[in-house]
């Protein structure tokens, strides 16, 4: 027994020492927040933070600023960086070994490394020097860290030095981001159309006329129900329709920005509100920062969220206009359906067979031998990929015009109409840009390259071989769409369809949102005569589930007084009346309500997803909002367009309750008063490694917290999905402003700043949209 306990105490021992070891490597990391240091700097450099970790620069140049927030970002945020250059590259499994190697696979067949060394060479000098900067600054910050951040020391690797071209793939990774349906959709939409009547296919696949704000006051038409029956690929549900029948309404978990004009502040201020939605992790997406330089006689100085890896502000003011972006969700690609000889090495151009070319992509693996992939194309783009291999992919994000560093223009913008008319010039993945500048005036455009096409139809393949389906180049400025002054002093986009007519001609359908969250900015908007920041933030935290208002009265329906009593569901239907008008945590109406939702769409359209995986896509991928023609469906009846083998519409109905009910018990251990909103929508705030180890999930995730909002209301909130950043200011008056980012400054765990603004992210509390009173102060002095 005595031998035991010695060897429990030495095994004790021994697990201290190596947690200590452990702790004392992972503290050599931590960023350095105070005192002095040399550094390629032209003149000393300050960069100072608050208490929330917020960085505050004051330079003397722009080179200079660039390089401090190239330091800082390589301090508190090297990881994110380093996989974002690797997700676009397909240089992931250099760091995680075979399990990435697919994925690095798919990558690959964008040649985004190729690309981004290309552009950053043709990149004009003043952009090419601020890149430089950057890089150095990172690389410095980097070295300057005791040890390398502690992800590295996991993975037993160690991070490779940033390069100017490494900038444009975290561009580019954005461009996967919000743009990363990559054919799939024109795909689904052509097998589709090949499958039912005309008639059917535009009914199924038409812009809402619900749920519609388009800023320029146009509206969409409803297409009625088919006099025709319901096709039979619509109709016939086998045993098993489909292994993931879940569906999305289109892009449906966008972003939102709005502002108003002088005319419609409190004050006479023109302010602007933006919360980009996108994945919520840990660290988050955006890093808060401010810049101050001089230039000649001129001091700049801006602020906003800055994306780690890259040198601009994002999102942001500078004192004279104030911006913000929402995903376009316009078309921004095309599916080319090839022409191959009987030998499949050539295809068919309009100047006649062309043979194919090839690029040989060599893929690092960790522990393994190099892989060698062999990346066909076309001179249109990439070959998809198997079993997509008669098809090759047309998209902006290959062309040189879609990618450069105009954005830092809008550092020196003095008002709404010159960002506005820098708008078209800048490469960025094409964003609803909104501005709201310092003389009280707002307005709208497309930020980004948009492509002069000549198509039979832009949202199915087309065969290009003819000559009468192409890309002619990218429009000019004169053609860009634009709104500016608006005579209500308003503007919101969420993306849904913002404009119609010629402009929507000009930009397509990339799958919008079907509306009802514009919607509900739009009439909160026009609710007050006046606003200020405070109720453009209570906008961004406006989870009232009016979109459901119709499905709750709907349901109330089905919930017939024999129904209720034959399948015991009296407090359910009592929650359906009394609890469901919002996403509130605490919600138990709503979470039943919306799964109802969710299960008759599911059953409606189950064949469909079913017929369109035998063909290995996905209900998902279509640029569909299910909600429209279900409703209209649902609201007919008509016996001969009832999906499935349900023998009446009230069968069907009543299914989607008792199969809803049954999905909350498996989540909710039988008992449906535990379906609490916020506990079904608890975060998944985590950091990337812990997915591969997730004993570190107690140190490196945010809690699981219950979360309030959801799609189709301003607060879009799941539970990886979300407001990445909440900002609302004026310009010229930054000091009012705010600016919350989901979890911390920093990536770095042991770091103050890791989860700093979390808990005034996830209580709704408002934070400054500038630095606060500086807590620390890090001099970076030139070297001698």
């Known amino acids: 027994m005595k031998i035991i306990k010695n060897m429990l105490a030495v095994l004790v021992l021994l697990l201290a020492i190596a947690a200590a070891a452990g702790y004392w490597m992972v503290h050599q990391s931590l960023p350095v927040y105070q005192g002095q240091l040399t550094a390629a700097v032209e003149q000393q450099v300050v960069s100072g933070r608050d208490a929330q970790g917020y960085l505050s620069i004051r330079a003397q140049s722009r080179g200079?600023?660039?390089?401090?927030?190239?330091?800082?970002?390589?301090?508190?945020?090297?990881?994110?960086?380093?996989?974002?250059?690797?997700?676009?590259?397909?240089?992931?499994?250099?760091?995680?070994?075979?399990?990435?190697?697919?994925?690095d696979k798919k990558q690959r067949m964008h040649r985004f490394r190729d690309r981004a060394n290309s552009i950053v060479t043709s990149l004009p000098k003043v952009q090419r020097d601020v890149l430089e900067r950057y890089a150095a600054g990172v690389n410095a910050g980097l070295q300057q860290l005791g040890l390398p951040p502690f992800e590295y020391l996991l993975l037993t690797q160690q991070p490779r030095p940033w390069?100017?071209?490494?900038?444009?793939?975290?561009?580019?990774?954005?461009?996967?981001?919000?743009?990363?349906?990559?054919?799939?959709?024109?795909?689904?939409?052509?097998a589709l159309k090949a499958a039912v009547p005309l008639e059917w296919y535009q009914f199924l696949t038409q812009h809402s006329s619900d749920w519609q704000a388009a800023i320029d006051g146009s509206e969409a038409k409803a297409l009625p129900l088919p006099q025709s029956p319901l096709p039979a690929l619509l109709k016939a549900i086998p045993a098993q329709a489909c292994q993931d029948c879940g569906l999305t309404d289109s892009r449906d978990i966008g972003s939102n920005n709005f502002a108003v004009a002088a005319s419609a502040s409190k004050d006479g201020r023109a302010i602007l509100a933006d919360?980009?939605?996108?994945?919520?992790?840990?660290?988050?997406?955006?890093?808060?920062?401010?810049?101050?330089?001089?230039?000649?006689?001129?001091?700049?100085?801006?602020?906003?969220v800055t994306l780690p890896g890259t040198p601009a502000v994002v999102a942001g003011s500078n004192g004279h206009i104030a911006w913000g972006f929402t995903n376009s969700t316009a078309d921004w690609h095309d599916v080319i359906a090839l022409e191959m000889d009987d030998s499949g090495q050539k295809y068919q151009t309009p100047a006649g067979l062309q043979e194919f070319s090839y690029n040989n992509?060599?893929?690092?693996?960790?522990?393994?031998?190099?892989?060698?992939?062999?990346?066909?194309e076309t001179q249109w783009g990439p070959v998809m990929a198997a079993p997509f291999d008669k098809f090759a992919l047309r998209w902006v994000g290959y062309d040189r015009e879609s990618l450069n560093l105009n954005l830092l223009a809008l550092e020196q913008a003095k008002s709404t109409t010159d960002a506005l008319a820098l708008a078209p010039s800048i490469g960025i993945p094409a964003q609803n840009l909104l501005v709201a500048d310092a003389k009280g005036q707002i307005g709208w455009t497309i930020i980004g390259a948009i492509p002069a096409r000549q198509l039979q139809d832009w949202d199915t393949p087309q065969n290009w071989s003819e000559g009468k389906n192409y890309w002619s180049g990218y429009l000019t400025a004169k053609d860009y769409p634009q709104i500016y002054a608006p005579k209500d002093g308003r503007l919101w986009t969420a993306n849904a369809r913002s404009v119609g007519g010629d402009a929507l001609a000009l930009l397509g359908d990339g799958g919008y949102d079907l509306g009802a969250r514009g919607k509900q900015i739009r009439d909160r908007l026009y609710a007050q005569p006046q606003h200020d920041e405070k109720s453009l933030h209570d906008i961004q935290l406006d989870h009232e589930a009016l979109f459901l208002k119709r499905w709750q009265q709907l349901l109330l329906e089905v919930l017939s007084p024999e129904f209720v009593a034959a399948q015991q569901l009296s407090q359910y239907r009592q929650w359906i009346e009394t609890d469901s008008q919002a996403a509130s945590r605490d919600a138990i109406g709503y979470s039943l309500l919306r799964a109802f939702r969710d299960k008759t769409l599911e059953l409606m359209f189950a064949p469909l997803a079913g017929h369109l995986e035998?063909?290995?896509?996905?209900?998902?991928?279509?640029?569909?909002?299910?909600?429209?023609?279900?409703?209209?469906?649902?609201?007919?009846?008509?016996?001969?367009?009832?999906?499935?083998?349900?023998?009446?519409?009230?069968?069907?109905?009543?299914?989607?309750?008792?199969?809803s009910v049954a999905l909350?018990?498996?989540?909710?251990?039988?008992?449906?008063?535990?379906?609490?909103?916020?506990?079904?929508?608890?975060?998944?705030?985590?950091?990337?490694?812990?997915?591969?180890?997730?004993?570190?999930?107690?140190w490196l995730n945010m809690p699981a917290d219950p979360l309030a909002g959801d799609r189709h209301m301003p607060r879009v909130q799941l539970k990886v999905h979300g407001q990445s950043e909440r900002m609302v200011v004026s310009p010229g008056h930054e000091a009012d402003g705010i600016l919350v980012i989901p979890a911390g400054q920093s990536g770095h765990p042991l770091s103050e700043f890791y989860a700093a603004d979390h808990i005034y992210w996830l209580g709704e509390k408002p934070l400054g949209f500038l630095p606060q009173a500086e807590k620390y102060s890090l001099q970076l002095l030139p070297q001698r």
């Open 163 to 190: 390069q100017p071209a490494d900038s444009l793939l975290v561009i580019y990774s954005m461009f996967l981001d919000l743009q990363g349906a990559l054919g799939k959709d024109e795909l689904a939409q052509g």
């Open 614 to 659: 035998a063909q290995q896509l996905r209900l998902r991928d279509l640029k569909m909002v299910p909600e429209t023609p279900a409703w209209a469906m649902l609201q007919a009846r008509r016996d001969d367009t009832l999906p499935g083998s349900f023998q009446s519409w009230d069968a069907l109905l009543q299914q989607a309750v008792l199969d």
């Open 361 to 376: 992509e060599v893929i690092k693996v960790k522990g393994e031998a190099d892989v060698v992939l062999l990346v066909k």
């Open 275 to 304: 919360d980009m939605h996108l994945g919520i992790r840990v660290p988050g997406t955006w890093y808060k920062a401010q810049m101050s330089w001089t230039e000649g006689d001129t001091q700049h100085s801006i602020a906003g």
């Open 64 to 103: 200079d600023a660039a390089f401090a927030l190239g330091f800082a970002h390589a301090q508190e945020r090297y990881f994110q960086m380093d996989l974002l250059r690797r997700n676009s590259a397909g240089e992931l499994a250099e760091l995680f070994g075979t399990a990435a190697l697919d994925f």
């Open 664 to 698: 909350l018990k498996t989540q909710t251990e039988g008992d449906l008063s535990k379906a609490r909103w916020g506990t079904l929508n608890s975060a998944e705030i985590q950091h990337p490694l812990t997915k591969a180890l997730p004993f570190l999930g107690r």
